[in-house]
């Protein structure tokens, strides 16, 4: 009897759950956030990120005006030392990005359910953040033979 067990990825699926631009008067609830100052925080054994420091950087979260704000920690932010004054609406720092890519998180505290899945979040060139995720699914294929 031969056992023989395949497990084939199926083709990720790609989402986009954001994609807008943001004034302080349209908050959609995905950006919305509750407190002031640093919310959370990405380690770098968590994440993949675009900074020009590379390695070693982890993801900021700040909640400022009742947004999320976005930052890379070995990078300029315009949030950790506070709200500014005035608020232009910009949902990440461009600081230390040379594309659109900022962060692909992968560990599940943080939003990502399994080690098949990834979100990767992108900065636009007008300071928006954005994201997609990716999921994979595994098919196993078991076929025996009996001579």
């Known amino acids: 009897t031969t056992t023989t067990t395949t497990t084939t990825p199926t083709t990720p699926a790609m989402t986009t759950l954001a994609t807008t631009t943001i004034t302080t ?13 640093n919310i959370a925080n990405m380690p770098d ?13 982890s993801a900021q979260v700040y909640c400022c005006n009742g947004i999320v704000r976005f930052c890379l920690s070995g990078e300029t932010c315009p949030w950790r030392t506070g709200c500014p004054a005035s608020d232009t609406g910009t949902t990440c720092s461009r600081s230390g990005l040379s594309g659109t890519y900022m962060i692909t998180a992968y560990c599940q505290q943080y939003g990502v359910p399994t080690t098949t899945m990834t979100i990767v979040y992108s900065c636009s060139l007008n300071s928006q953040v954005s994201w997609n995720y990716t999921a994979s699914t595994t098919t196993s294929t078991t076929t025996t033979t009996t001579t």
């Open 25 to 37: 008067t349209t908050i959609p609830s995905y950006l919305a956030c509750t407190g002031t100052g």
């Open 45 to 57: 054994a968590c994440i993949d990120d675009g900074g020009a420091t590379g390695a070693g950087d």
